[in-house]
């Protein structure tokens, strides 16, 4: 289905190129008149001098007796020589009256004729043999070029057998000629319309209005269009409890347990790639390829899927697992940039302390009807050449995003790094929740959802810990490392962490006071960093300064803690398989974007 998807989008690209390559020569067509397409702006017609008595009397007839069956004859002089054309049962024949032999054109009498039919300012300039050319279509045989100095680069095509002038040619017409090859798809200049390229083109249309239809009826047997403008019911059994909800059918189940007030776990926003959206399904769905990633087999066989990959058209009746997350309202006290694209908000929370561990997040519920949404201001000292982003004016839908609390648990205080996401080229608007979080003011409130996730330490094995985090993964890692040291014993830690500059090292300050008192081992790693720069640290991908270091330990001594951006988190996650670390000592946080 991706791959139908995929080739029919690029298949109706092909189409929309072609379609405007047409717009193109068809407006050329409509403003460029007929006689400039031809090339014949200097191009006229000499006058025909028939043969007088005199020039009849001098004619050597001995060829007469050559030919079989004449037919027709024509005469004429061409530059004061007769020249005879003769139509007889082997085809036609030219000659010189003159002599009775066969017509011959020089280069001289070439430029001569050439320049009878010419009415333009130039001059000839060269004279060149030709027994073939692209400019003269069905033609082959001898002839000559010449080449007049004009505006318009004219060039006449001259005959050598009969003596005659056959097309002229100039910059216009070579103009005219590619526009008909896009126009008629015919861009070898054959004027063949059953060449190879058309019916390549045919092929590709059909197949795009194939395929189209193809899309369209999965479409409509997989329910996304045919309820998508009618409410289906969704019945969820919570706990002890069964409920029934109404929603589009085109939305998940995930959307439609959110719409509805559902506490449901989703650290990827629904894009299927965190694997936290559990519940299951009575009665049969279609497992999918995130599921068959994301699952164990024991849990696909239980009936367990992500709710973020079913339709409530499909999926009608499902148990969600009760979670021990409920709503809170905070107060934002503090805001700050940390690096040119990473914000700290720090919140109090209304109505008290508020549990949770190391490792987990809040989701975020971005209300709905916003508009004029500014793009945060980014301090010059961190981004002096920083490009303005003209002011955005839309209005979205409530979103949730999640975000990790950036410390460990601290009374009814709660720190998170948001990271910035600005207009990108080609969309409508900045990021919708990263905008709204960095333009929040001191003393304004916003709803989160929480606690949620199971990236929190491992206990009970004693391992040490090995963090490896990247960009905005340092939130959940830094309250990991916090949580660990605020233990009677902690155990031996190592953190890489990486970014792209200098500019980047969120807390680094703080990480490396810390690896001073020799609390934990830290090792930045800028994979960016100017060849010129004072940087001394490590250079290159995180995850390789990590695997160099883990090739000179036991890593059975270890328990493994990864987050970052999406690539670097893959690279990481094969890295330690590649290693032999067993998923049971390895935990991970998806962002999913």
């Not at 929309?16 to 017609?45: N, P």
């Not at 020249?83 to 001289?108: A, P």
């Not at 004279?127 to 033609?139: A, G, K, N, Q």
Request: contains cysteine; glycine residues 8%.
């Amino acid at each position: 289905m991706k791959f139908l998807q995929w080739l029919h989008r690029w298949t109706g690209l092909i189409i929309v190129l072609q379609i405007v390559l047409w717009t193109i020569s068809g407006l050329y067509f409509a403003l460029v008149d007929h006689h400039g397409m031809k090339g014949h702006q200097y191009r006229s017609e000499p006058q025909l001098v028939n043969l007088d008595l005199q020039h009849a009397r001098n004619m050597n007839p001995s060829w007469w007796s050559n030919f079989d069956d004449i037919r027709l004859l024509r005469h004429e002089l061409v530059q004061g020589i007769p020249k005879i054309e003769v139509h007889h049962r082997d085809g036609v024949s030219y000659l010189n009256g003159q002599t009775g032999e066969t017509w011959v054109t020089s280069e001289n009498l070439a430029k001569e004729i050439a320049l009878s039919t010419y009415s333009g300012p130039g001059t000839p300039t060269r004279v060149t043999p030709i027994s073939t050319t692209r400019e003269l279509h069905d033609w082959q045989g001898e002839g000559y070029k010449v080449d007049f100095n004009d505006d318009l680069n004219t060039r006449v095509y001259v005959d050598s057998t009969s003596g005659s002038v056959i097309d002229h040619r100039n910059t216009p017409w070579v103009v005219a000629d590619w526009m008909f090859r896009l126009h008629f798809i015919d861009y070898t200049g054959g004027r063949n319309f059953n060449n190879l390229v058309i019916v390549t083109a045919g092929v590709v249309t059909l197949w795009f209005a194939l395929s189209g239809f193809i899309l369209l009826v999965k479409l409509l047997v997989s329910g996304e269009m045919r309820f998508s403008f009618r409410n289906v019911p969704l019945w969820a059994t919570i706990g002890s409890n069964q409920h029934k909800f109404s929603g589009r059918a085109h939305k998940s189940v995930l959307q439609a347990l959110q719409d509805n007030e559902v506490l449901v776990e989703s650290g990827c926003g629904g894009g299927g790639s965190c694997g936290l959206c559990k519940v299951t399904v009575n009665g049969q769905a279609q497992i999918t390829a995130a599921e068959h990633d994301l699952l164990s087999p024991q849990e696909l066989n239980e009936g367990i899927r992500l709710a973020c990959q079913h339709s409530i058209a499909k999926v009608q009746n499902v148990e969600v697992p009760e979670v021990n997350a409920q709503k809170h309202s905070l107060t934002l006290l503090t805001s700050r940039f940390l690096t040119p694209m990473l914000r700290e908000l720090r919140f109090r929370a209304e109505e008290g302390d508020v549990e949770y561990l190391a490792g987990q997040y809040m989701q975020f519920l971005i209300p709905d009807g916003i508009t004029a949404i500014r793009p945060c201001d980014i301090p010059e000292e961190f981004h002096p050449n920083w490009a303005a982003i003209q002011d955005g004016n839309f209005k979205h839908i409530a979103v949730r995003r999640s975000y990790s609390m950036a410390t460990k648990q601290s009374g009814d205080e709660l720190v998170f790094t948001v990271r910035y996401q600005p207009q990108a080229e080609g969309a409508q608007a900045p990021g919708v929740g990263s905008t709204y979080l960095c333009n929040l003011k001191v003393g304004e409130h916003v709803i989160v959802e929480g606690p949620y996730g199971d990236f929190t330490r491992m206990e009970g094995a004693n391992r040490k810990l090995f963090f490896i985090g990247g960009g905005a993964g340092m939130a959940p890692l830094r309250a990991l490392v916090q949580e660990e040291l605020s233990t009677p014993e902690p155990r031996d830690m190592v953190f890489y962490y990486g970014a792209r500059d200098s500019n980047e090292l969120v807390y680094r300050n703080e990480l490396e006071a810390l690896a001073a008192a020799e609390q934990i081992h830290f090792v930045p790693v800028l994979s960016d960093a100017p060849s010129h720069s004072d940087w001394a640290g490590a250079r290159g991908f995180v995850h390789e300064q990590a695997l160099a270091y883990l090739s000179s330990i036991d890593i059975d001594e270890y328990d493994f803690y990864v987050c970052g951006p999406p690539r670097m988190l893959s690279a990481t996650l094969d890295m330690l398989a590649n290693l032999g670390v067993s998923q049971d000592r390895i935990r991970f946080d998806d962002f999913g974007n």
